[in-house]
């Protein structure tokens, strides 16, 4: 199984929080939008993997992971161009203490 979630603040205070899951099923993708009156809409997006580009390599782990997506929410008539801005934190790695 495989991931992916951002959360992503639009002007004027609303919330989108964006999932994308992959699974030997297929992949699901939908978001949520919190507003400021408490209020939220759920809605499909096209899955993350269409959109996603530029990838980083983990020096680390050697994994993979795109630092740039392109989401396109048909239901909210939204396109967003998203991008990574730092990859230090991308991974947490196991270290013992010294």
Do not use: C
């Not at 396109?79 to 801005?85: E, F, Y």
Request: hydrophobic content about 40%.
């Amino acid at each position: 199984m495989r991931w992916t979630w951002m959360p992503i603040r639009l002007p004027g205070g609303d919330k989108l929080l964006v999932w994308d899951s992959v699974n030997s099923k297929g992949e699901n993708a939908w978001a949520t939008v919190m507003h400021p009156d408490g209020s939220y809409e759920l809605a499909a997006v096209k899955p993350l993997d269409e959109g996603a580009h530029r990838i980083w390599t983990s020096p680390t782990s050697g994994n993979a992971y795109p630092t740039r997506w392109s989401i396109d929410i048909p239901a909210l008539n939204t396109h967003l161009s998203v991008r990574v801005t730092g990859t230090d934190a991308q991974e947490f790695a196991r270290r013992s203490a010294d």
